[in-house]
T-cell receptor, first 112, second 117 residues
């Protein structure tokens, strides 16, 4: 089965600083999702990457998928308190309508 | 994006009772719905996949007789936790995928917090 390793597990960043979260897969990724979750709440979709080398940006968040499609990074520029939460990467392991496998998440705290 | 709702958002029940959680896709037809479970400070774990009109497929370690899933229409799937026990207390989240998406676009509901006393 596919496993996703996220690092770091938790991150404390001063407001205004940049940060990067990584997600590494044990298998080739057919699709890699990034979500944000406030504890005990639903998931907020951020981005989905499919192609090797793909990069997408939305506001101050940029996600990349490496050429081999086994590693993705999420980069936040000039972090704000609103960025605080749990970031989860999820992946589709096959080509069909499979449920997602998730990483354990990265807990991001923004210090004012 | 598409909207998926869940009801109830929170439920507290006594041990031994059954609880039903609804997952609805509000503005699209969901041929496939997924049910996930999240224990405190852990990630989401896929429990089962349900396709409209057919039996659900359960992940290894998930008891199908305990977690009954019904996907009777293209907009509604239900998860019933039968004879709930305190260890079933968790955050249950559903997601829905429409036709032609190959499951690669999934829209998540807001989750249901189940507490079993």
């Amino acid at each position: 089965s596919q496993e996703l390793e996220q690092s770091p597990q938790s991150l404390i960043v001063q407001e205004g600083k940049n940060l990067t979260i990584n997600c590494t897969s044990s298998k080739t990724l057919y699709g890699l999702y990034w979500y944000k979750q406030k504890y005990g709440e639903g998931l907020i979709f951020l981005m989905m990457l499919q192609k090797g080398g793909e990069e997408k940006s939305h506001e101050k968040i940029t996600a990349k998928l490496d050429e081999k499609k086994q590693q993705s990074s999420l980069h936040i520029t000039a972090s704000q308190p609103s960025h605080a939460g749990i970031y989860l990467c999820g992946a589709v392991s096959g080509g069909g309508a499979d449920g997602l496998t998730f990483g354990k998440g990265t807990h991001l705290i923004i210090q004012p | 994006g598409a909207v998926v709702s869940q009801h109830p958002s929170r439920v507290i029940c006594k041990s031994g009772t059954s609880v039903k959680i609804e997952c609805r896709s509000l503005d699209f037809q969901a041929t496939t719905m997924f049910w996930y479970r999240q224990f405190p400070k852990q990630s989401l774990m896929l429990m089962a996949t349900s396709n409209e009109g057919s039996k659900a497929t359960y992940e290894q370690g998930v008891e199908k007789d305990k977690f009954l899933i019904n996907h009777a229409s293209l907009t509604l799937s239900t998860l019933t936790v039968t004879s709930a026990h305190p260890e079933d207390s968790s955050f249950y989240i559903c997601s829905a995928a429409g036709p032609g998406t190959s499951g690669r676009w999934q829209f998540f509901g807001p989750g249901t917090r189940l507490t079993v006393l």
